[in-house]
């Protein structure tokens, strides 16, 4: 009924940026009632943590250690959120998967995650 996708990743170095975006599409009754969007990333060996997350409305929750080098937005109209990513580091390094869902309630789609790797 939903689905979630991620794009955008790649390998970058050290300093650089990169801009990823999630895109949901499906029933638009369904897509239309999410109201929160969220970036969150996994790295080797960790547990998946929040990045950043924002409401249809353009509130924003940061990851604190993030806020300044990382900018979510979203696009209402297209259903596309994005995470632009600045002076990268390589304890970035991560999958990056973003969801759609419903601040009030259980109700979310993940997608499938894409691979930001930063070298030296």
């Known amino acids: 009924q939903v689905q979630v996708v991620e794009s955008g990743g790649g390998l970058v170095q050290a300093g650089e940026s990169l801009k990823l975006s999630c895109t949901a599409s499906g029933t638009s009754s369904i897509v239309s009632r999410l109201d929160t969007m969220g970036w969150f990333r996994q790295a080797p060996g960790n547990k998946r943590v929040l990045v950043a997350a924002i409401s249809r409305s353009g509130t924003t929750n940061y990851d604190e250690s993030l806020r300044g080098r990382f900018t979510i937005s979203v696009d209402n109209a297209k259903n596309i959120v994005y995470l632009q990513m600045d002076r990268l580091k390589t304890d970035d390094t991560a999958v990056y998967y973003c969801?759609?869902?419903?601040?009030?309630?259980?109700?979310?789609?993940w997608g499938r995650g894409t691979q930001v790797t930063v070298s030296l």
């Open positions: 969801n759609f869902g419903r601040l009030l309630g259980e109700e979310k789609y």
